[in-house]
């Protein structure tokens, strides 16, 4: 990751950011990273089947059921530290790229905030403030299982950028499921945006807010996420959060 993630087009990367709030990574993990990630989810039968939020196994701190909590129907699981390597060489080396980006949106915005040079510094910030937990993350979906539109805020400490890998091959190991993305604009109606993927595609895209430029200068939307409804089949996530929570 320390090679593949800085040699990205990321003028491009950005372009495609500023103008919609998400841009596509086509093929930015091999087959077999994504299938390696997804067979660490583990079994969800039997005694951790949906009436049970116990972890499947000691690599995830927590496990959640989307339906008791109101986020959609599907489930996904928290890693715990140590993460696993291929993870946490894709937290440290997308923070560079987007530590860039971050700044020059806070500065667009006029938010005073600013991040440290490297991950492992930030994350001692956010350490410091009482969010410990880690976030990075795999979802798994399965057929009818669908997330509501949602923003990954989980502490005062909040960065601006993160990354989703989808790990499963649309059309193969599932329909449906695709990435979206709405953005508010004030005293306009809301607008979508579909990121089609497929197995390997990683999608950076806006936490909570992006600056756009408007006729009496630059304002912010407000963004969310989700995934339609999954139609057959099963498909597996990875998210890259890059600050961990309370």
């Keep these: 990751m320390s090679d593949r993630v800085p040699s990205l087009d990321w003028a491009a990367l950005e372009d495609?950011?500023?103008?919609f709030g998400a841009a596509?990574?086509?093929g930015l993990l091999s087959a077999q990273e994504?299938?390696?990630l997804s067979e660490m989810y583990g079994n969800t039968n039997g005694q951790h089947g949906r009436s049970s939020t116990a972890p499947t196994s000691e690599r995830f701190r927590s496990r959640i059921v989307m339906a008791r909590h109101g986020f959609g129907q599907g489930e996904y699981q928290y890693f715990a530290y140590p993460l696993p390597p291929l993870v946490a060489e894709l937290r440290e080396a997308f923070y560079a790229p987007l530590r860039?980006?971050?700044?020059?949106?806070h500065k667009a915005m006029g938010i005073e905030t600013r991040y440290p040079a490297t991950h492992r510094t930030y994350l001692a910030q956010c350490h410091d403030a009482g969010q410990r937990r880690p976030t990075p993350l795999l979802l798994r979906y399965?057929?009818?299982d669908y997330n509501c539109l949602h923003q990954d805020l989980y502490g005062d400490h909040v960065f601006p950028l993160q990354v989703a890998i989808l790990l499963s091959q649309p059309g193969v190991d599932f329909t449906g499921g695709e990435f979206v993305l709405t953005e508010q604009r004030p005293?306009?109606?809301?607008?979508?945006?579909?990121?089609?993927?497929?197995?390997g595609d990683a999608v950076v895209f806006a936490v909570h807010h992006r600056p756009v430029n408007g006729t009496r200068g630059v304002y912010r939307v407000n963004m969310r996420h989700g995934v339609s409804r999954v139609r057959s089949g099963l498909r597996h996530t990875l998210g890259v959060i890059l600050h961990d929570a309370t």
């Design 34 to 36: 994504c299938d390696a």
């Design 24 to 26: 596509r990574i086509p």
């Design 100 to 105: 860039e980006i971050a700044h020059r949106w």
């Design 16 to 19: 495609e950011l500023n103008g």
């Design 142 to 144: 399965e057929a009818g």
């Design 187 to 199: 005293r306009m109606q809301s607008r979508a945006e579909v990121v089609p993927l497929t197995q």
